[in-house]
């Protein structure tokens, strides 16, 4: 028995990448969109002067009011951008951090920035604890993650308004709008839920703020894009897409993991249980990816996939030339399946503040603790995808193996989570939520308005996660640029409701 487990180790140690279990494709895809960002801020010759960088030192935790006196802090990194800046009584726009590094050009270019030019606004955007430089040595060990967490985030930002109030001579009646997008977008709507006397108005961009454990609905969404010929999907593609990954389960069954491995040029070997999973998954990310981040890096969009896949009869041939394409991507020679190479990664506490990207180890911590968002193919979905991602092989095995919080205890936090915001039926003024149909976030976002209590919802079109965000471009589809206009016309009306209010 132990011969065969080493023999399991040694063919899983022949690559070792930050991956993920559910999903490594999505990470890749999330890390390409972010190199791509950065590159095209450069090209565009975006200047980043303009923004200063500073430090906070924050507490650990700040339900604990001995957490500082402790000497229980670490240092939050903010960015400042005083460029259109008009005066200590204009208003001040946030832009919130969310589960990875924090750069300066999210608030040198984009929709903030645009909004800020016509406003007169002070920009500035916070770090969330635990990511990028804003942690301390220590702060990827178990222990220390107990303080990672939505609510100790929101209190950060809490702390960060006032901070930057003494800093500039801002006074307390100046309204804040607060920005976010995907997690962030959540906390924006939820840091003005529970702290409506600090910020006047949030936008919320693809903002899941209902918790689930198991996110069937990802899926479904990523099946309805693939058929949609608004961003040059069709039923047709979608059809092929289901035939190849049905012969895949079918040759799983049939247990011809060595044809797999070498048309799918896997590093390792796939007969471990975990390490299928890890394969099937792998091959759904990358069109799970191309979906979220739909036309975000050039020639990487639904119409790409679909031609592909419909580029001759056979749907499984088809999908192997997509997984060279998504290996090319990534400049790989093989793909990782190993479970036990993901599982080592999320075990890596050393900590590195000069690191981009996501940060993977907190994020599927606070998954594990608060969120779940696990994307699975049941059977009785859309999924076109294999039905052997499901939920017990999702990263909720990685709840238990590293963070040591079994499935119960992760059900009772998505709950808690879910009571302590309200969900996807949360009620506060001056909240808008923004979503695109092709992005599979909107599934657990607030979709229709609720102009009872003020509370705004734009849906757009053919446009994938946190479109509005991003900078203007001429390439913009109509239904885009309308909706930015309604973005700005909301933002404009919270900010005078605001001014209004302190005339009274």
């Known amino acids: 028995m132990y011969r065969c487990l080493f023999s399991l180790f040694l063919l899983c140690i022949a690559v070792v990448q930050v991956n993920a279990f559910v999903g490594q494709r999505l990470w890749k895809m999330k890390q390409n969109v972010e190199e791509y960002r950065r590159k095209k801020a450069e090209h565009k010759g975006i200047n980043l002067k303009v923004v200063e960088t500073f430090y906070l030192e924050q507490p650990l935790d700040h339900f604990n009011a001995m957490s500082k006196e402790f000497g229980k802090t670490y240092k939050q990194r903010y960015y400042v951008n005083a460029e259109y800046w008009f005066s200590p009584t204009s208003p001040v726009f946030l832009y919130i951090g969310g589960e990875g590094t924090l750069s300066s050009k999210y608030i040198a270019e984009g929709e903030i920035v645009d909004l800020a030019k016509k406003q007169g606004a002070l920009i500035v955007a916070a770090e969330h604890r635990f990511y990028g430089a804003s942690l301390n040595d220590d702060g990827l060990q178990l222990g220390e993650l107990q303080h990672l967490s939505s609510q100790q985030a929101l209190a950060d930002l809490a702390s960060f308004v006032r901070h930057i109030r003494t800093k500039y001579g ?27 006397n600090l910020v006047a108005g949030a936008v919320a961009s693809s903002a899941p703020v209902q918790a689930v454990t198991n996110f069937e609905g990802y899926n479904n969404v990523v099946a309805n894009s693939l058929k949609s010929d608004l961003v040059g999907g069709s039923q047709e593609c979608l059809d092929s897409v289901k035939r190849a990954f049905n012969t895949i389960d079918e040759m799983i069954a049939a247990g011809k993991f060595d044809q797999l491995k070498t048309d799918f040029k896997s590093c390792n070997m796939l007969s471990m249980k975990e390490d299928t999973v890890l394969f099937v998954s ?29 580029s001759s009869s056979d749907s499984y041939k088809n999908l192997m030339k997509l997984n060279q394409e998504s290996m090319d991507l990534s400049n790989e020679t093989c793909v990782d399946n190993c479970y036990m190479n993901y599982t080592k990664t999320m075990m890596n506490t050393t900590v590195d503040r000069n690191a981009s990207g996501a940060g993977i180890r907190q994020w599927i911590f606070q998954t594990c603790s608060q969120f779940g968002y696990y994307q699975t193919c049941d059977v009785n979905t859309d999924c076109p995808f294999s039905h052997l991602m499901s939920l017990e092989y999702s990263d909720i095995q990685i709840c238990q193996n590293v963070f040591k919080i079994n499935a119960e205890d992760v059900d009772k936090y998505v ?30 976002s607030v979709l229709s308005n609720r102009t009872d209590v003020g ?5 757009i079109p053919g446009t994938a996660h946190c479109a509005d965000l991003r900078p203007q471009s001429d390439n913009d589809p109509a239904a885009l640029k309308e909706a930015r206009q309604q973005i700005a016309g909301l933002v ?13």
């Open 170 to 196: 801002i006074s307390d009646s100046t309204p804040w709008i607060c920005f976010g997008g995907s997690y962030p977008g959540a906390l924006s709507a939820w840091f003005r839920l529970k702290y409506p």
């Open 282 to 310: 792998n091959l759904a990310g990358y069109f799970m990816g191309v979906v979220q981040y739909n036309n975000e890096v050039p020639g990487q969009n639904i119409a790409f996939v679909c031609e592909v896949m419909l």
């Open 415 to 444: 709950q808690f989570s879910d009571d302590y915001y309200g969900g996807n039926k949360t009620q506060q003024s001056n909240i808008v939520f923004v979503n695109g149909s092709i992005d599979p976030w909107h599934w657990l």
């Open 455 to 459: 509370e705004y919802s734009v849906f």
């Open 492 to 504: 404009s009306q919270f900010l005078d409701q605001a001014y209004m209010k302190n005339k009274q």
